[in-house]
């Protein structure tokens, strides 16, 4: 995930989870994208999230434990482990992918580099440089611009498997080398991904893909077409998908492809290690905003199989499927809708689809009765309305549910600005497609404590000096506004 710390409180982009059961994600409205970005779920953390975020922002300087050298070591390890598979590794762009790095501590503020900071903040310590990350900039598995260098960023720990540490770091260094590249970045909301039509055709092209990956010949290159073919029937059924998807594919799709490209060289693991990490992505509980990370690493490593050359003059806005459809000359892709779809249908028994079918036939009236519950607290219901400028929104992109046009559920975010902070314990806020704005339940008191705090249904909002709760656009609605009179 790609982010500029040099304007922390408007390039926070989403990043994934570095553990996705409890982490949360920083997103921004202006770039739009989280601190840190779609989930690995490969037993690994997502390649874009925060431990926890209440950690991840504290003002915490780097503790005196006795665990902080050993923790430097470690760090320390990585980033000399990372430098020599850098040596390893024959070039898979035209810009050198190793360059600068930075491991953070979210919870400490650790921060170990391998190179000086170029505010000249860290200390010298064993070959590394050591010093304390500033409590006003994020923390997130990103690449990001330092005072005029860009650099790639991780949150410490590290996993623990080689691959995964090594996939890791190589995916954030792309990100680094992202702009030198020229790619135009975009991070948009895959909603379709959410609808049950959606998921079983992409479920299935993911069964297709890892299968491709583990085999060869004509039996790779049917499977391949398969995956291609389900893809079609969801574009025909969502024609809005095929750019959606295209430009999910082309930022963190490229990223995660190279990580796992990058780790096969280093690591010499056979091609079943990158078929098992795409397989993983299939259980994460939303695809909206992660796609690339389960199709980009299999689209990347096909395409090294089928059109070696591909990543040569590729454009700033790379299609991968459909470089690899056209390397495939599939002719069922040219096909009429009517008969692609017959023809999916017949192809899709042979990877397990009525369990998939059932599977995403009983998740989607689970989430019926959701949105149902959400659609009467947060749009029928009394609400808070929080409109202010420089919003900004940190959530778990594994948990966002698409509310259709009413915009997407952030269950469990905290949002963030010159106001104040909300978190949710319980519940969710409802926000557009620009995030600019939200909604929580309405509170019963609109006077904070002595704290300063106000609490509402499952929530905490701690307001800062200047601001207060006044009467919304609805009789029953309040709005978060500046206090005049202070």
Excluded at 50 to 70: F, K, M, Y
Aim: charged share 25%; glycine share 6%.
């Amino acid at each position: 995930m790609m982010t500029s710390l040099t304007h922390a409180q408007e390039n926070l982009r989403e990043s994934a989870c570095r553990k996705v059961r409890s982490g949360l994600t920083f997103g921004v409205l202006a770039l739009m994208t989280f601190v840190l970005a779609g989930c690995d779920l490969n037993g690994e953390p997502p390649e874009e999230m925060v431990e926890t975020v209440t950690e991840a922002n504290r003002s915490a300087t780097p503790s005196e434990d006795s665990g902080l050298d050993q923790e430097i070591v470690h760090a320390a390890d990585a980033l000399n482990e990372f430098e020599a598979a850098c040596a390893q590794v024959e070039p898979i762009w035209p810009v050198e992918l190793c360059g600068e790095v930075v491991l953070i501590d979210p919870r400490s503020r650790l921060a170990v580099a391998n190179h000086p900071a170029p505010d000249e903040s860290f200390e010298a310590h064993g070959g590394v440089y050591v010093g304390s990350w500033p409590a006003d900039k994020g923390v997130a598995n990103t690449g990001f611009e330092w005072d005029g260098e860009m650099w790639a960023m991780a949150m410490l720990p590290l996993p623990e498997e080689r691959f995964s540490r090594l996939r890791l770091l190589s995916h954030e260094s792309f990100h680094r080398i992202q702009p030198a590249l020229g790619h135009v970045i975009a991070d948009p909301m895959a909603r379709h991904l959410d609808e049950e039509a959606g998921r079983v055709w992409l479920r299935l092209e993911i069964h297709a893909l890892a299968h491709a990956l583990n085999e060869f010949g004509a039996e790779a290159h049917q499977a391949v077409a398969d995956a291609m073919l389900f893809r079609q029937v969801r574009h025909d059924t969502f024609p809005d998908a095929a750019e959606i998807e295209r430009q999910l594919e082309a930022h963190e799709g490229l990223a995660e492809y190279t990580g796992v490209r990058f780790a096969l060289d280093a690591t010499d693991a056979d091609m079943s290690a990158a078929a098992e990490h795409v397989k993983a992505f299939e259980h994460r509980p939303t695809y909206m905003r992660s796609l690339g990370y389960g199709t980009g690493p299999a689209l990347g490593l096909l395409l090294d199989r089928y059109a070696p050359d591909w990543r040569e003059d590729l454009p700033s806005e790379p299609d991968l499927a459909a470089l690899l459809a056209a390397a495939l000359q599939a002719p069922e892709l040219e096909q009429e809708p009517e008969a692609r779809l017959q023809k999916a249908e017949r192809r899709a028994a042979t990877y397990h689809d009525k369990v998939i079918r059932a599977e995403e036939n009983e998740r989607a009236e689970r989430l019926a009765t959701e949105r149902a519950d959400y659609r009467k607290q947060l749009v029928e219901g009394p609400v808070l309305v929080i409109d202010p400028p420089e919003l900004r929104l940190m959530f778990n992109p594994n948990t966002v549910l698409s509310m259709g046009e009413q915009g997407d559920v952030y269950p469990g975010a905290i949002l963030m600005g010159p106001w104040g902070q909300l978190t949710l314990e319980e519940g969710g806020a409802l926000a557009p497609a620009e995030r600019d704005r939200a909604r929580v339940a309405a509170p019963e008191e609109l006077q904070p404590d002595a704290d300063g705090k106000v609490h509402g249904p499952g929530w905490t909002l701690q307001l800062e000096p200047g601001w207060r709760l006044a009467p919304g656009p609805r009789e029953s609605d309040v709005r978060l506004e500046e206090d005049a009179q202070h």
